[in-house]
């Protein structure tokens, strides 16, 4: 395992942890704030699934879409995974390769910023919801080149996972891993690992897919900014 990449990509891992959840425990603390918030990400994962019906119906494109809509946008509390993977950091770094730490990392940085854009919109946006509320938040609460460079890490973890499930022998090791992972309380970081792993190696090349992704996501974007 090399050194330097393992290092570099579980201290980004953990300080993108560690701003995340402070972040999220800033929100939860206001009370009219948590509720837009809520609203905003139920609204948002709601627009998902109808941006993406047909990928959601694909055999073959369907586990990784469902994956990509319920651990990275879904309208749920990531604080348990987010508090695990924290305490387990420089054990994963042990166990795992590089570029699943690399993912990770990848993967908590965009939860990230879509939290901070989210938030943005929150304090924008009037309940209840409906696009063009939405678009006008949209507009105001974050600039288009975070808005593309949330697209353009979307693609990245993407073709990081599709990568990772061509390892040799890594769907095993993770599900082995899967009973030690819950007696130790860490079942929804497990989750999360074994989950994207096992979509994408289901699916296979993924090209399509992101670009499918990419291409309606940029759409969205250009017109909720040209309104």
């Not at 409906?130 to 993407?158: L, N, W």
């Not at 022998?169 to 929804?188: C, D, K, N, Q, V």
């Not at 499918?212 to 974007?221: G, Q, S």
């Amino acid at each position: 395992m090399a050194r330097g990449l393992e290092g570099s990509a579980k201290e980004r891992l953990a300080d993108a942890l560690n701003r995340v959840i402070a972040l999220r425990r800033q929100l939860e603390a206001d009370g009219a704030m948590a509720q837009r918030w809520r609203a905003v990400k139920s609204w948002q994962s709601q627009r998902l699934q109808h941006t993406y019906p047909d990928l959601l119906a694909s055999p073959r494109y369907g586990p990784a879409c469902r994956f990509f809509l319920d651990e990275l946008y879904a309208a749920k509390d990531f604080s348990q995974r987010d508090n695990e993977a924290l305490r387990v950091v420089p054990k994963l770094a042990r166990m795992l390769p590089d570029r699943a730490i690399e993912t990770m990392a990848l993967a908590v940085e965009l939860d990230e910023l879509s939290e901070t854009l989210d938030a943005r919109v929150a304090g924008l946006i009037r309940l209840p919801i409906d696009e063009p509320a939405y678009a006008g938040a949209y507009r105001g609460a974050g600039t288009y080149e975070e808005r593309a460079r949330q697209i353009e890490m979307i693609d990245r973890i993407g073709r990081s996972l599709e990568r990772l499930a061509r390892i040799p022998f890594l769907s095993g090791m993770l599900h082995m891993m899967r009973a030690p992972a819950e007696a130790a309380g860490l079942g929804h970081l497990h989750h999360f690992l074994a989950s994207g792993f096992d979509s994408f190696k289901a699916m296979g090349e993924a090209g399509e897919f992101l670009a499918t992704i990419r291409e309606r996501e940029t759409a969205l974007m250009r017109e909720w900014f040209a309104d």
